[in-house]
């Protein structure tokens, strides 16, 4: 079924850019380094339309409305340390395909410190509380960067919450975050002693602790897609094609009316709050993957992002990061292959790590852990 639906999604595609657009373009990538180039062929009843707005000033850079009625060549070359997206509209006949690229000449930038706290860090032998008190406990020990996990509630109302079923203590809340209001989440107390945290909590801490950065693991909102969706979701996300008029059409009947996602709740809120900010806001890092990069570009550029391991292939990954010149790599380190060749370029941080021999040979490497470990 699944390679069914696939292949009749490649058809189509393969069908409209003959019979409407004349297959009047080379081939288009979704990331370009540097400068990227585009062959369009003649075809007179053909109009494109290409608008580049810039990532970080959100200024567009690029806008260019022609008929093919002569080959033309798109090219542009992203200034040092600029990232542009790129939207290109073919329209003919009454009918449009939409695509959407980047061309990225930004600096990579590491993360400043090896060692993350993961959740929080771990207070009284309890993991995953991503509490204030684990926040206190563990910056005096002299963690800088802390990993947090957010969730989104019943109410669109965003906390700090790791998955039901890692946590071990003695009290726990036995319902999914999404079926919860807020309220119903803060009467909660990690063995009744330590509080949950809010999205408006965090933004204290950040404004507080000026050397302290904070790593968003946004957890997806829970949905339950079609086999249809959840193969054109995949086409979508691996080609820069966004949509056309007959899918938009499909979208709207058959798919998910209400298509927020938390990394849209979330990033919404935090440039409402720190718009005026810029030192807080940078110190910000969002894990990112094939499913979340481009709407965390529509909302702020973050010079500092870390590409989650658990959703593609790790040689995929790193090309993939790559190309949007993020250097840095979080990798379960239990999947991790001696046999698997380290990008240079690339820093990895394994997760989760309590003891140095369990990454031990290996340099330039960072880790996340529980409580911090001396060398």
Same mark, same amino acid.
């Given at each position: 079924?699944?390679?069914?639906?696939?292949?009749?999604?490649?058809?189509?595609?393969?069908?409209?850019?003959?019979?409407?657009?004349?297959?009047?373009?080379?081939?288009?990538?979704?990331?370009?380094?540097?400068?990227?180039?585009?062959?369009?062929?003649?075809?007179? $009843?053909?109009? =494109?339309?290409?608008?580049?707005?810039?990532? /970080?000033? $959100?200024?567009?850079?690029?806008?260019?409305?022609?008929?093919?009625?002569?080959?033309?060549?798109?090219?542009?070359?992203?200034?040092?340390?600029?990232?542009?997206?790129?939207? !290109?509209?073919?329209?003919?006949?009454?009918?449009?395909?939409?695509? !959407? +690229?980047?061309?990225?000449?930004?600096?990579?930038?590491?993360?400043?410190?090896?060692?993350? /706290?993961? /959740?929080?860090?771990? =207070?009284?032998?309890? %993991?995953?509380?991503?509490?204030?008190?684990?926040?206190?406990?563990?910056?005096?020990?002299?963690?800088?960067?802390?990993?947090?996990?957010?969730?989104?509630?019943?109410?669109?109302?965003?906390?700090?919450?790791?998955?039901?079923?890692?946590?071990?203590?003695? *009290?726990?809340?036995?319902?999914?975050?999404?079926?919860?209001?807020?309220?119903?989440?803060?009467?909660?107390?990690?063995?009744?002693?330590?509080?949950?945290?809010?999205?408006?909590? %965090?933004?204290?801490? !950040?404004?507080?602790? &000026?050397?302290?950065?904070?790593?968003?693991?946004?957890?997806?909102?829970?949905?339950?897609?079609?086999?249809?969706? *959840?193969?054109?979701?995949?086409?979508?996300?691996?080609?820069?094609?966004?949509?056309?008029? +007959?899918?938009?059409?499909?979208?709207?009947?058959?798919?998910?009316?209400? #298509?927020?996602?938390?990394?849209?709740?979330?990033? $919404?809120?935090?440039?409402?709050?720190?718009?005026?900010?810029?030192? @807080?806001?940078?110190?910000?890092?969002?894990?990112?993957?094939?499913?979340?990069?481009?709407?965390?570009?529509?909302?702020?550029?973050?010079?500092?992002?870390?590409?989650?391991?658990?959703?593609? @292939?790790? #040689?995929?990954?790193?090309?993939?990061?790559?190309?949007?010149?993020?250097?840095?790599?979080?990798?379960?380190?239990?999947?991790?292959?001696?046999?698997?060749?380290?990008?240079?370029?690339?820093?990895?941080?394994?997760?989760?790590?309590?003891?140095?021999?369990?990454? @031990?040979?290996?340099?330039?490497?960072?880790?996340? &852990?529980?409580? *911090?470990?001396?060398?």
């Amino acid at each position: 079924m699944k390679g069914l639906l696939q292949l009749i999604i490649s058809k189509y595609f393969s069908w409209k850019l003959k019979f409407y657009f004349n297959n009047c373009f080379d081939k288009i990538s979704k990331y370009y380094e540097v400068e990227g180039q585009i062959h369009f062929f003649k075809s007179p $009843k053909v109009k =494109i339309i290409l608008r580049g707005t810039d990532t /970080a000033t $959100k200024k567009e850079v690029y806008h260019q409305e022609i008929y093919l009625c002569k080959d033309f060549v798109f090219y542009f070359k992203a200034k040092h340390n600029q990232r542009v997206q790129f939207e !290109l509209i073919l329209k003919n006949k009454g009918t449009y395909v939409k695509y !959407l +690229f980047f061309i990225s000449n930004k600096e990579g930038n590491y993360l400043p410190h090896n060692q993350i /706290a993961h /959740a929080m860090g771990q =207070i009284d032998n309890l %993991l995953y509380t991503n509490s204030y008190d684990a926040f206190l406990k563990n910056y005096h020990n002299g963690f800088r960067i802390f990993e947090v996990d957010i969730q989104v509630t019943k109410d669109n109302e965003v906390i700090l919450f790791h998955d039901l079923k890692d946590y071990v203590g003695t *009290r726990w809340i036995h319902n999914e975050i999404k079926s919860l209001e807020k309220k119903e989440v803060l009467k909660f107390k990690y063995d009744n002693k330590y509080s949950v945290l809010t999205l408006n909590d %965090l933004i204290v801490l !950040l404004k507080k602790y &000026t050397d302290v950065y904070f790593i968003l693991d946004m957890k997806p909102l829970s949905k339950k897609l079609t086999v249809f969706e *959840r193969i054109f979701n995949i086409y979508k996300k691996q080609a820069p094609y966004i949509e056309d008029n +007959f899918i938009k059409k499909i979208e709207l009947i058959f798919f998910q009316k209400n #298509k927020k996602t938390t990394e849209d709740i979330v990033l $919404k809120n935090i440039i409402r709050n720190l718009k005026n900010d810029t030192n @807080s806001l940078n110190r910000i890092i969002p894990q990112t993957h094939i499913d979340n990069l481009n709407i965390i570009y529509k909302y702020y550029d973050f010079p500092l992002k870390i590409w989650r391991d658990n959703h593609d @292939s790790y #040689k995929n990954d790193i090309k993939l990061a790559s190309k949007n010149q993020i250097y840095n790599y979080s990798r379960n380190y239990l999947k991790f292959s001696t046999a698997e060749k380290i990008n240079t370029k690339i820093k990895y941080y394994f997760y989760n790590v309590s003891d140095l021999n369990q990454i @031990s040979g290996y340099m330039n490497i960072g880790f996340f &852990t529980d409580k *911090r470990i001396h060398k």
